[in-house]
């Protein structure tokens, strides 16, 4: 399994080892937690109690004993669905106080993978007919099969097309197929350089991602630079091969 969809719920490294541990051990004193998770004891201790107040484990008591036990994996859906509700409530004001923002940001900088995923989501909801990228890494990879299926998935029901060109070091990805064709065309350079910066187009903005260790991501909100950059990309698609 991808331990990094727990971590897009909200929960840290250490709270999915310890839940994992404890999903396999059953119920189960501290000691084989500790072994099994292989994090330090105080970290294990704290993270008891973080689980403790999502509702994710319990525990008994026998005698000076304390025994834990993971909740039912079901569970989490209640825990997704609580948290939506909550913000779901909070939605409106945040939208009142953006509209009243005088400023409008035209570029943004996001980190890491959580917050390149940040930056893909709002290209999702950027508009436009067609979904145009250049320069795809291997390593964009660091981001699960999953979850790349699931986001061209939402972009094939909103009905946008995607043009991409692949590095040759995704071909035997085969993005099309894992896409199951829907609404996309991939094409691949000649060359066998491999560059590490990705750029996707949609509508007016454009997304630029450095796959690096820890990537780096920049939104930028603007039509004539994403008129330009489209250009670009047109050149490298039509000079590609499919």
Same mark, same amino acid.
């Given at each position: 399994?991808?331990?990094? &969809? =727990? +971590?897009?719920?909200?929960?840290?490294?250490?709270?999915?080892?310890?839940? %994992?541990?404890? #999903?396999?051990?059953? *119920? /189960?004193?501290?000691?084989?937690?500790?072994?099994?998770?292989?994090?330090?004891?105080?970290?294990?201790?704290?993270?008891?109690?973080?689980?403790?107040?999502?509702?994710?484990?319990?525990?008994?008591?026998?005698?000076?004993?304390?025994?834990?036990?993971?909740?039912?994996?079901?569970? &989490? =859906? +209640?825990?997704?669905?609580?948290?939506?509700?909550?913000?779901?409530?909070? %939605?409106?004001? #945040?939208?009142?106080? *953006? /509209?009243?923002?005088?400023?409008?940001?035209?570029?943004?900088?996001?980190?890491?993978?959580?917050?390149?995923?940040?930056?893909?989501?709002?290209?999702?909801?950027?508009?436009?007919?067609?979904?145009?990228?250049?320069?795809?890494?291997?390593?964009?990879?660091?981001?699960?099969?999953?979850?790349?299926?699931?986001?061209?998935?939402?972009?094939?029901?909103?009905?946008?097309?995607?043009?991409?060109?692949?590095?040759?070091?995704?071909?035997?990805?085969?993005?099309?197929?894992?896409?199951?064709?829907?609404?996309?065309?991939?094409?691949?350079?000649?060359?066998?350089?491999?560059?590490?910066?990705?750029?996707?187009?949609?509508?007016?903005k454009i997304g630029i991602i450095i796959w690096t260790d820890k990537p780096i991501g920049?939104?930028?909100?603007?039509?004539?630079?994403?008129?330009?950059?489209?250009?670009?990309?047109?050149?490298?698609?039509?000079?590609?091969?499919?």
């Open positions: 399994m991808d331990p990094s &969809i =727990l +971590e897009d719920l909200g929960l840290t490294n250490a709270e999915i080892k310890v839940y %994992l541990a404890l #999903l396999e051990l059953g *119920q /189960s004193a501290a000691g084989p937690i500790i072994e099994k998770s292989k994090l330090q004891s105080s970290v294990v201790y704290m993270t008891f109690q973080k689980l403790l107040d999502k509702g994710f484990l319990s525990t008994i008591k026998e005698g000076k004993r304390t025994y834990y036990q993971a909740s039912d994996p079901k569970h &989490i =859906l +209640e825990y997704i669905n609580e948290k939506k509700e909550r913000f779901e409530s909070l %939605l409106p004001e #945040l939208l009142i106080r *953006q /509209s009243l923002s005088k400023d409008k940001p035209s570029m943004a900088l996001f980190q890491g993978i959580r917050g390149v995923k940040e930056l893909l989501l709002e290209l999702l909801d950027a508009g436009g007919s067609e979904h145009h990228t250049f320069g795809s890494s291997v390593k964009s990879l660091m981001i699960s099969d999953q979850w790349w299926v699931s986001y061209h998935k939402k972009r094939a029901q909103k009905g946008i097309f995607a043009k991409l060109v692949f590095n040759e070091s995704l071909k035997s990805w085969n993005a099309a197929k894992k896409y199951n064709n829907e609404h996309v065309e991939v094409r691949y350079p000649k060359a066998g350089f491999e560059p590490l910066t990705e750029t996707i187009i949609r509508n007016d920049i939104l930028i909100h603007n039509k004539e630079a994403a008129d330009s950059y489209d250009k670009y990309w047109k050149i490298l698609w039509d000079a590609a091969e499919k």
